[in-house]
């Protein structure tokens, strides 16, 4: 779901993303994306909209985009990520665990 929401935040306004673009980008198959944007809709962290006017020569997309609340959740996933991540990090060879 973060790689979902990250791709989200970092689209263009002009150019939305959409579901199978997603899947390319992120690598990830229809059966992991779709699930995923549906929870993500459900949850209120992305929004959506259909492409208008239907093209003639391919179905219409539905493009996904982060809401306020969406960019703050990624936000603090993030931070708290990166928390973790500093959290695990072995001290350098020579300091031990107490040493200033």
Do not use: N
């Amino acid at each position: 779901m973060l790689d979902v929401l990250s791709l989200l935040a970092a689209a263009a306004p002009e150019e939305p993303e959409w579901g199978l673009s997603i899947c390319r980008k992120t690598g990830y198959g229809t059966g992991t994306v779709y699930p995923a944007l549906e929870r993500l809709l459900q949850a209120g962290l992305i929004s959506s909209s259909w492409e208008d006017p239907q093209p003639a020569d391919r179905p219409r997309r539905r493009y996904f985009e982060l809401t306020t609340g969406g960019r703050a959740a990624l936000h603090s996933e993030l931070s708290e990520r990166r928390r973790r991540q500093l959290a695990w990090t072995p001290p350098a060879p020579g300091m031990a665990s107490g040493d200033p």
